[in-house]
Each structure stands twice: as C-alpha cells, then as structure tokens.
Antibody, heavy 123, light 112 residues
Framework: VQLLESGGGLVQPGGSLRLSCEAS????????ISWVRQVPGKGLEWVSAISGGGDRTFYVDSVKGRFTISRDNSENTVDLQMTNLRAEDTAVYYCAKGNCISAGLCVAAIDYWGQGAPVTVSS | EIVMTQTPVSSRVTLGQSATISCRSS???????????LSWLHQRPGQPPRLLIYKISNRFSGVPDRFSGSGAGTYFTLRITEVEAEDVGTYYC?????????FGGGTKVEIK
C-alpha cells in the first residue's frame, strides 16, 4: 500500500491550494480516505474524509465551507481543495486510508498514511 | 465531539522495562454495530504515524507482541513490555466510533 501526497506549498492568507493523494496497492474504491493534519510539534487533527464510492463526505467544523474533498476511482486519487486559507491551516497534511470495507463512510482505524504534504499559509 | 484524554503526557522508560499509556474518552466508544473503534498509533520524529492496535486490542500486521491494548467503554490502555530503543516517539489514541474522528493529545516516550 502506498499513499503519495502532492500539491503542498506556501500560500498567502485568503488563497487557495489543492492537495492530491495518489494511492496504490489496494482496492481503492472499497476504502474511505481521510485527510489528517498536524502542526509541526503538535498533535493530530482529522480534517475530512470521503467514502469509497465518493458519495459521502465529512468535514471538521473549522474547515466546513472552505475545504472540499473529492475522489476519482478511475485514477485512484483523492483531492482536497482548500480555499480561503488561514494561518491556522498551516500544517503537514497526511492522506490516510481507513481499514474497513463499507458502502458508507467507515474509517474504523487508519492503517496506512502518506508521508505528508506541508502547507504554509503566510504573507 | 468526543474528547480523548491521554496520560501521561510524557514517560521516561528504562530499556527492557514496561510502559503503560492510558486514554480516556468523554463518551463510550461502543458503536451500535457492536465494535469499539479505539486504536493506537506510534509516530517517530519526522515520520507519519503508524497503526499499532485497532479495535482496542487487535495488533496490526507486523506489530510485535510487546504491544498490547485493553479496555472498554471509556477507558483504554496501551502496554509496551520490554521497551526497545525503537519504541521512542509519541503515541496517540484515536477514536472512530463517532465523527469527527478525534485523537488524544499524545504521550511522548523517551528512554532513560
């Protein structure tokens, strides 16, 4: 199993950034994918998730209305579109695979993580 | 949202000795499907987290049997026996019974 994030970088407050996660090594369409972020030196925060079929999504309150998660099961990719970015969104963003097979949004546990994409929001 | 509280915040352990980390949730983690979605993760500096234990006590593939999990309802523990140098880092509990998924604040384990 491999999860490879891309698209991180430096952006000004109020700007936008799109993260992408390319997955391989498992039946991609059967598993929910989450984005989890971590401010360097701090703890983990679950940001968003999307079901295997892509029809169910979830967002933490702090990013609702600003972030959009989507997936392309033909390309084995999950994207996180981030708009109206704030300084407090600065973090390393991990793409992470849930470990249960379900038609719904099922995370259960996170068994594989990408290496992370750093996002810095600063003027 | 369910709040996860870990103790201790840090722990210094002698090589070969045991370490125990506790995690308490603000609500029961028993899901209506009968499972308890409480897992434990380990993160070394500069690395992503890796799964150790899922559904309270199930070791993930490749995890040594020095790691064991227990608990029920709102109180859970991770025990590491015969601590090795590679066990240093930060340990997190995580609940996925109710969304949003939430994590404990972490327990940093160091070697004396």
């Amino acid at each position: 199993v491999q999860l490879l994030e891309s698209g991180g970088g430096l952006v000004q407050p109020g700007g936008s950034l799109r993260l992408s996660c390319e997955a391989s090594g498992f039946s991609f369409r059967n598993y929910a994918i989450s984005w989890v972020r971590q401010v360097p030196g701090k703890g983990l925060e679950w940001v968003s998730a999307i079901s295997g079929g892509g029809d169910r999504t979830f967002y933490v309150d702090s990013v609702k209305g600003r972030f959009t998660i989507s997936r392309d099961n033909s390309e084995n990719t999950v994207d996180l579109q981030m708009t109206n970015l704030r300084a407090e969104d600065t973090a390393v963003y991990y793409c992470a695979k849930g470990n249960c097979i379900s038609a719904g949004l099922c995370v259960a546990a996170i068994d594989y993580w990408g290496q992370g994409a750093p996002v810095t929001v600063s003027s | 949202e369910i709040v996860m509280t870990q103790t201790p915040v840090s722990s210094r352990v002698t090589l070969g000795q045991s370490a125990t980390i506790s995690c308490r949730s603000s609500q029961s983690l028993l899901h209506s499907d009968g499972n308890t979605y409480l897992s434990w993760l380990h993160q070394r500096p500069g690395q992503p987290p890796r799964l150790l234990i899922y559904k309270i006590s199930n070791r993930f593939s490749g995890v040594p049997d020095r790691f064991s999990g227990s608990g029920a309802g709102t109180y859970f523990t991770l025990r590491i026996t015969e601590v090795e140098a590679e066990d240093v880092g930060t340990y997190y509990c995580m609940q996925a019974t109710q969304y949003p998924v939430t994590f404990g604040g972490g327990t940093k384990v160091e070697i004396k």
